[in-house]
């Protein structure tokens, strides 16, 4: 009954002659009939008419709908399976009464998509903009057919009893599959998104779309769906499915072949009603919550490209060229310790010659140094002392001044090392200021290495090798959790499909597996690598140390810088964990994870400083437990830095306060050698120090070496404090990493000089290794300083410094740094380890200590 007026009361209201009712058709009519039904017609005495009209494409209709009627458009095109044609519908209502909007209802096979106009998007805060001009394109439901007749329905009904005048057109799409390397131009706006269709080629598996445009805002959003209906193309949920990034001037993802199982795919552009996501200026909030803002033009203009990524050929070379790189610097390695081990044993077979020549010509001179052990002993038997002049006359006998005193007994090599470690008593007084002989020591106008190295070798061999053991520890305990974090996050990323999570260069981020950037892991080998080199050589050192020990070598008991090798562990292992840590950083960079790549490289230069100082003065270096509590204070401060430093001006003024109150302090223990302590009387004794040496006498430094840097380092870290505290840098990380090696470098130029300055010369190896390096540290801060990607601003400005690989067609300039400087690390520790090689002959009272 209810179906028989229906159709009465359509055939009516119908004008013209009698359709032909289609399949298609009296489904349309048997659905407004129900509707009719359910929903009533309206208030009683009320006739609620249904108009249908057959359309057309790239007609404009303008019409006009009240709550007493309600029109249809029925639409009808030809679907070709090898042809994607996209369709398109365009709503412009002339009306300005946003309370009753009109409601459009476009039905098609498998997809219904409504929307009013105007349509309401909200932003932040919920605030409201209104779009009187809506464009949506419709979804293509696959076709097994070659062709094949589909209808859709356009509905347009509202509750407003006034007429409201709106102007729809529907059209095709010719160019809605976008082609590879072929570009690609079209506006978008917040109420008329934009999507085409995408087919992966033969032979393509992963393609890389790439979106950009002139303009910095308005803020939009590209997204990469699966091919489905409906299209999510609205800013409210244009996140719910698929991978999608925001972007101001460009913007790239890539596609895998893998992740869509209809090989091609949906290739989506909002523009989002407001700008705050992209770093752009936040609106006033409205007065009251339900005012609607004018949002203006917002229309974008918007190029896209869909480019082929690279195939596994790349990836091998790319593999090949990062391992071939560091495996030479071992074959390298090889090489000179071969020539090395043969220069040595040449050296020896000549010094065993010289040695015997005397003994066969009958020299008594010369054969008394050539003393079997039982003489020696029967010296020792007889009570004799054997002074270490004496011992060293006879040790520098020879032309080359090396040789070797074969010992049976242990007492002779004790008692020469007792006798350089401590101090002659006719070197004092009868006063009891004997027993703080270090005061007296340290308090010379000219110290010696020996007056500094005074502790029992092995005491101080396990004091340094906490070092190692303590980094070890740290480096255990602070890998796990972050391998678990990253992890995380790139399983978060994948599920998601959130792209403004992490930070890469997104237009040279090539993935593997599960891993979005695999080239910027893979370029943190050389750290594991050459950090991993550098212990082998330092252990090398140590044996061929421990060696001449064990034989009582003089030069290794009485000469050169005293060996300690515990420091120069940790700096390899922090070497190879700057490495592992970077390439977990890399895994997903962004502001939360920051602090992994940034850790190890203050604990390498905290070890680089303390290593310098070790080298002249080891007995009153710091101990590792101090050393390691001001690096996490370092850490400490660089994660509050970033989380609280951004324009907080209490912060600046509390961290330059404490960076100065630093410098200071140790400045103090470098003058009087830790001969000072910190107590309530220590202003007092500054400003008595500043009398009597200043103000009285007008006497200048004691040490005036030691006070031309101290100088020179307060000046240095003055200005940088003051810098910090009037620009207030964003990157607080690298703030202070920059004052890290800044006083690295200044401690290190001071040693160079110093040590030209007191007779002593570098060797060609070291000299080769100084200048190799500091080419290599100067191209590698180029391509640092490139800044591809900055977790400083939004995901959206970060994409516009993303460039295009330069190496291989598989690196960036990012990763061309980590190489760089992973080279460059590895080269300034080979100079700390050598570049005082030229003193292993001579005796360490004639080497002075600055």
């Known amino acids: 009954m209810v179906l028989r007026s229906c159709w009465k009361s359509r055939h009516k209201n119908s004008s013209g002659p009698a359709p032909c009712w289609t399949r298609p058709r009296l489904a349309a009519l048997l659905w407004l009939c129900v509707t009719q039904f359910v929903c009533g017609s309206g208030a009683e005495g009320e006739t609620n008419n249904v108009i249908q009209k ?39 209502v002339l009306s300005q009464g946003f309370e009753s909007p009109i409601l459009f209802v476009v039905r098609q096979k498998q997809a219904v998509v409504s929307f009013q106009v105007p349509l309401i998007l909200r932003g932040l805060y919920q605030r409201k903009y209104p779009y009187s001009h809506v464009g949506r394109t419709l979804c293509q439901p ?3 057919a070659a062709s094949e007749t589909q209808y859709f329905f356009v509905d347009v009904s509202t509750l407003s009893s006034l007429g409201t005048n709106y102007q729809l057109r529907v059209s095709r799409v010719e160019s809605f599959t976008l082609q590879t390397d072929k570009k690609f131009s079209f506006t978008a706006s917040p109420s008329q998104p934009q999507y085409f269709k995408y087919v992966f080629p033969d032979g393509v598996d992963t393609v890389i779309v790439k979106v950009n ?52 795919f949906y290739v989506v552009v909002v523009v989002k009603t407001e700008d705050e996501a992209c770093g752009g200026p936040l609106r006033f909030y409205p007065l009251r919550p339900d005012e609607l803002i004018d949002a203006g033009n917002r229309s974008k203009f918007i190029d896209v490209i869909v480019t082929p990524a690279i195939n596994s050929e790349v990836y091998v070379m790319g593999m090949l060229f990062c391992l071939g790189i560091f495996l030479s610097f071992y074959l390298l390695t090889l090489l000179m310790t071969c020539l090395e081990n043969k220069r040595m044993k040449k050296r020896e077979v000549f010094q065993i010659a010289a040695d015997m020549s005397p003994a066969e010509t009958g020299n008594p001179a010369t054969s008394k140094t050539q003393a079997s052990p039982y003489e020696y002993g029967s010296f020792a038997d007889n009570g004799s002392t054997l002074s270490s002049e004496a011992i060293t006359d006879s040790a520098t006998s020879t032309d080359n001044n090396y040789g070797y005193v074969e010992q049976s007994l242990d007492s002779v090599g004790r008692s020469r090392q007792e006798s350089l470690s401590s101090v002659e008593e006719d070197d004092y007084d009868t006063l009891d200021d004997i027993t703080s002989d270090k005061n007296i020591v340290r308090t010379k106008k000219f110290l010696c290495v020996s007056d500094l190295s005074r502790k029992d070798k092995r005491i101080l061999s396990k004091k340094y090798q906490i070092y190692f053991w303590n980094i070890a520890t740290i480096a255990v305990f602070y890998a796990l959790p972050v391998v678990q974090l990253v992890i995380t996050y790139q399983t978060v990323v994948n599920v998601t499909g959130n792209q403004d999570i992490c930070f890469y260069n997104f237009l040279c981020a090539h993935p593997l597996g599960a891993l979005s950037a695999f080239n910027n892991i893979l370029s943190n080998l050389g750290y594991v690598l050459l950090g991993l080199l550098f212990l082998l050589i330092v252990l090398k050192r140590d044996i061929v140390h421990n060696r001449a020990l064990v034989r009582n070598d003089l030069n290794a008991l009485e000469c050169g810088i005293p060996k ?17 840590l970077s390439a977990c950083y890399h895994v997903c960079p962004n502001y939360t994870n920051f602090q992994f790549d940034t850790s190890f490289m203050y604990m390498i230069a905290g070890l680089c400083m303390l290593k310098l100082y070790q080298k002249r003065h080891p007995d009153i270096n710091a101990s590792a437990y101090t050393a390691y509590a001001c690096l996490a204070g370092v850490i400490f401060f660089s994660v509050l830095g970033v989380v609280f430093g951004k324009g907080n001006t209490v912060f600046w003024i509390i961290f330059s306060v404490i960076h100065i109150l630093s410098t200071m302090l140790l400045s103090t223990q470098l003058y009087y050698m830790g001969r000072w302590r910190l107590d309530a009387g220590i202003l007092r004794r500054i400003v008595y120090v500043i009398y009597t040496d200043c103000i009285r006498q007008c006497s200048g430094p004691m040490y005036i070496d030691r006070m031309v840097l101290l100088v020179m380092g307060n000046i240095v870290n003055w200005s940088l404090a003051a810098y910090g505290l009037i620009e207030r840098p964003n990157d607080f990380a690298s703030y202070l990493l920059a004052i890290a090696i800044c006083n690295l470098l200044l401690y290190f130029a001071f040693y160079i000089i110093m040590k030209l300055r007191s007779g002593e010369r570098i060797q060609c190896l070291a000299l080769v290794c100084i200048l190799f390096t500091a080419v290599v540290w100067g191209f590698a801060l180029y391509f640092f300083f490139q800044g591809l990607s900055t ?13 295009d690989c330069i190496l291989l067609s598989f690196f ?36 002075l200590a600055f």
């Not at 190489?819 to 002959?841: C, E, K």
């Open 54 to 92: 057959d359309a057309e494409f790239d007609v404009t209709y303008n019409d006009t709908v009240t709550s007493e009627n309600q029109t249809i458009y029925a639409f009808n095109h030809t679907v070709s399976r090898n042809k994607t044609e996209g369709v398109r519908v365009f709503v412009d």
């Open 812 to 847: 960036d300039d990012h990763d061309i740094w980590h190489f760089l400087s992973s080279i460059a690390m590895f080269g300034s520790f080979l100079v700390l380890l050598t570049m005082d090689d030229d003193l292993d002959t001579v005796q360490r009272d004639k080497i």
């Open 791 to 803: 977790w400083q601003k939004t995901p959206a400005e970060s994409r516009e410094h993303n460039r």
């Open 564 to 580: 300690h090798f515990g420091l120069y562990y940790a700096m390899g292992t922090a070497l190879m964990m700057e490495g592992l």
């Open 142 to 144: 696959p076709t097994r």
């Open 213 to 264: 445009s002139e303009m910095t805002f308005p803020c939009s959003v590209m997204s990469i769906q699966d091919i489905q209906c409906p299209v999510y193309d609205l800013d409210n949920n244009v996140a719910f499915i698929g991978m999608y990034q925001t972007m101001t001037k460009k913007g790239a993802i890539t596609v895998q072949r893998k992740d869509f199982p209809s090989n091609s």
